[in-house]
């Protein structure tokens, strides 16, 4: 069978795995201790998607039909709902044997992922796991989900930096024919309390002249993290610094492990995807969307929901304020979409900013007053442009007789501009400002959803609005 090519898409990856389902479920019958032989050249991931595509009652047969080592691969790459289901289904001795060939990150993941579905199964899996990997995973496990030492492996390349360079490129090599399979590019130094030293590339170490020492090689400027710090930490140091691993120690500076780029990658869309569902106005949620239940979808977004509906009932209230002005100008009533759709929209693009802004730390909570300073005249020029547009539509459509004539157009077009140009003022002062306030009090800036920024736009903007209408139209209409 050939492998799909990396640049043939996921589409092309689904498709494939589709046609390929169906002759491993014709082997799996006929010829089972041939299947490891076919796919030896498929990747993992490919391999992955092709079990999704089996029956659900069959993908532990196929894994079992794959070498250890390969079928550990495999189901790294499997969605969690459908790993879990596998590790239920196989023996306990056999799920057992998967995991312990997995790295101990995602051993550690995939037992945290299976304990929250079958805790007591996740019990007896690990209880099979040989003692020095179990106590290892037991170590991982012990730490914050989201934290670095949740996402550390403790497969790393580190030397003793007394070592001259052959040997401890004959160190790397045991390492490597050891089947350490993650962090090899980077090598740590340490001394002899197991304190980070140093830190140099592998090309850096195979380019060294011979017989010199490790420590006079090594970088002794080491960026590292603590295990208690946030994942999103981690995330901006491998960005800004362009990290293949970030070393995590101990308060006494003891290398326990590494969070390799692969990991990060996976924080990073996580964090994404996270801040897009809030910015939907919605919590987020926490498994993929066809996995989600229908309760969950249910409760993730009724709550904004409801909320939002409930700011939206004070947009009555404003018009009933003013209820005698539009009895007279029933006119007005014509541009309310208009005013309020440019004051959330204005709004709305001011939070993308400023969330954004944030979460790449461009802008901190102390920098309010400049981001402020900055909204309000690019705000207010905004508004202006609108309301020129405004204007001149209210104009045109008088001059073109597209409406019934009215015998004050020139000053209904003149509320509108003046609405307009404040209505897009405060909402892109309100949106700017309404991330540094969730974030002052606690909260996620993401949680300054456009939704949300949009309702608070949309009841201010009705205010502004018929305030402008009542002072310019005031002796003509009433």
Do not use: C
């Not at 006929?30 to 595509?53: I, K, Q």
């Not at 309310?336 to 204005?346: C, K, W």
């Not at 949106?431 to 009841?459: E, K, N, Q, W, Y």
Request: avoid cysteine.
């Amino acid at each position: 069978m050939t492998p799909p090519h990396p640049s043939d898409g996921r589409d092309a990856t689904h498709s494939v795995a589709a046609l390929l389902a169906p002759d491993i479920l014709v082997m799996l019958d006929e010829e089972p201790e041939n299947v490891a032989l076919e796919v030896e050249e498929v990747h993992p991931a490919d391999l992955a998607d092709v079990a999704e595509a089996l029956p659900k009652e069959r993908v532990a047969e196929f894994l079992s039909a794959l070498p250890a080592a390969r079928a550990a691969d495999v189901l790294e790459y499997l969605n969690d709902e459908l790993r879990s289901d596998v590790l239920e289904a196989m023996s306990t001795r056999q799920a057992a044997e998967l995991v312990t060939q997995m790295t101990p990150d995602d051993r550690a993941d995939v037992l945290e992922a299976l304990a929250e579905e079958n805790e007591e199964r996740a019990e007896e899996i690990l209880e099979q796991i040989p003692r020095e990997a179990r106590e290892e995973t037991e170590r991982l496990l012990a730490y914050e989900p989201y934290s670095a030492g949740g996402l550390m492996t403790t497969e790393f390349v580190s030397v003793p930096e007394a070592l001259t360079v052959e040997e401890a490129l004959q160190r790397v090599r045991a390492m490597a024919r050891a089947e350490r399979r993650e962090a090899m590019y980077t090598v740590y130094t340490t001394d002899e309390a197991g304190r980070l030293r140093g830190v140099l590339s592998l090309r850096e170490l195979l380019a060294a002249p011979e017989g010199a020492r490790i420590a006079d090689l090594a970088w002794s400027e080491v960026v590292t993290v603590a295990p208690t710090a946030e994942q999103e930490e981690v995330a901006r140091l491998t960005s800004n610094y362009g990290f293949v691993a970030v070393p995590v120690v101990d308060a006494e500076r003891r290398l326990l492990g590494v969070v390799t780029v692969d990991d990060v990658i996976g924080v990073i869309e996580e964090e994404q995807t996270e801040d897009v569902q809030k910015l939907g106005g919605m919590e987020a949620i926490d498994e993929p969307y066809l996995a989600a239940s229908f309760w969950t979808m249910i409760r993730k977004r009724v709550g904004w929901l409801a909320a939002l509906f409930v700011g939206e009932l004070f947009t009555a209230t404003v018009m009933q304020q003013f209820e005698d002005e539009l009895k007279v100008a029933v006119v007005l009533t014509l541009f309310i979409p208009l005013i309020v759709s440019s004051g959330g929209n204005s709004g709305s693009q001011a939070t993308s900013l400023v969330i954004r802004a944030m979460a790449l730390q461009e802008v901190r909570l102390r920098d309010w007053w400049k981001v402020a300073r900055r909204e309000l005249p690019t705000g207010l020029t905004l508004g202006v442009i609108l309301g020129v547009i405004g204007v001149f539509r209210v104009l045109l459509w008088e001059w073109l007789g597209l409406w019934r004539p009215q015998p004050h157009y020139q000053l209904v077009a003149l509320t509108v501009g003046i609405a307009v140009m404040g209505v897009v003022t405060f909402g892109s002062l309100a949106g700017s400002m309404l991330p540094f306030l969730l974030r002052r009090i606690g909260f996620d800036p993401a949680s300054a959803s456009a939704p949300f920024v949009a309702t608070l736009v949309d009841v201010t903007g009705l205010a502004i609005y018929f305030l402008a209408a009542a002072l310019v139209l005031r002796g003509t209409l009433l």
